[in-house]
């Protein structure tokens, strides 16, 4: 396809990872692109949507290792659109859950760029949903709370003004902090039977989750999972998963009183 003459970036929420939620205009966009800028959690089975043409740019950013700067994404993409390219900015989940897609739709504006933002399944929602959590259902939540786990100075003061299991409280990007999360909850008056689950890697092929409670969570560091997505909930919709599940994932009297890395022992996670 001939590159647009109109300067345009198209930011394109990837959904979670399973192609088939990638929304219909997200995947027409992939097929039009001649250039697609595309971050570190998203799958790669979306790029092979990609026409062999497409000039493609890894631009992700992790946690603790070398990373494009943000500057220099919003750089190339206005680089990029200036030379006359249709430009798609592929972002995982949603382009503005978290994702930085308010700053560079507004950094692009500011160019003389127009974008154009093209909603994603948010894995907020998706990550609980895999595994049979609703992040609310009538009689248990009417509301659900996301927010950012990378630093205690941005959850902290939200989770210790928020009346316990008022609602379903999910953390993106909370792998690091989980325990201390938990354990901010609990110091704000949560109690410690309250349901919570890690789901890691939701739609892809590692998708699994473990299912315990919030004072259970509280005890130890979880595993190294850098190379994917984690998301926490905690709420009593987190105890409306299958039965049988529980009993997989109960934890010995022993673990609990003498807390080490057994309670994160391989066999405690479902795999699905």
């Known amino acids: 396809m001939a590159p647009s003459k109109s300067p345009v970036v198209y930011l394109v929420g990837a959904g979670p990872g399973d192609p088939e939620l990638l929304t219909r205009r997200g995947e027409r966009l992939l097929r039009q692109a001649t250039i697609v800028f595309y971050d570190a959690l998203v799958d790669e089975r979306l790029l ?38 249709r430009v798609v900015r592929l972002k995982c989940g949603d382009p503005c859950v978290l994702g930085r897609g308010g700053e560079e739709a507004e950094a692009l504006r500011a160019a003389g760029i127009d974008c154009q933002i093209v909603p994603g399944v948010s894995a907020a929602i998706a990550a609980a ?48 902090n989980c325990r201390a999360i938990c354990q901010t909850l609990i110091g704000s008056g949560w ?17 699994r989750i473990w299912q315990t409670t ?35 994932l109960e934890l010995d009297q022993a673990a609990i009183a003498a807390p080490d890395a057994s309670l994160w022992d391989e066999r405690r996670w479902e795999v699905l």
Do not use: W
């Open 48 to 85: 092979e949507l990609l026409p062999p043409t497409v000039e493609r740019c890894f631009v992700g950013k992790r946690a603790r290792r070398a990373a494009t700067t943000q500057q220099r994404i919003v750089s190339l993409m206005i680089d990029a659109a200036r030379a006359g390219h």
């Open 129 to 176: 949903e895999q595994f049979g959590i609703p992040v609310t259902h009538r009689g248990l939540s009417s509301g659900v709370l996301t927010i950012s786990g990378h630093a205690a100075a941005v959850y902290e003061p939200v989770l210790r003004a928020l009346p316990p299991r008022s609602v379903t409280v999910v953390v993106l990007m909370g792998q690091r």
């Open 191 to 207: 109690p410690s039977d309250t349901p919570f689950a890690r789901c890691a890697g939701a739609y892809t092929e590692r998708a």
């Open 214 to 248: 919030l004072g259970q969570a509280a005890l130890v560091d979880g595993p190294p999972l850098d190379d994917q997505p984690v998301t926490l909930v905690v709420g009593d919709v987190v105890g409306l998963r299958r039965e049988h599940v529980e009993s997989l």
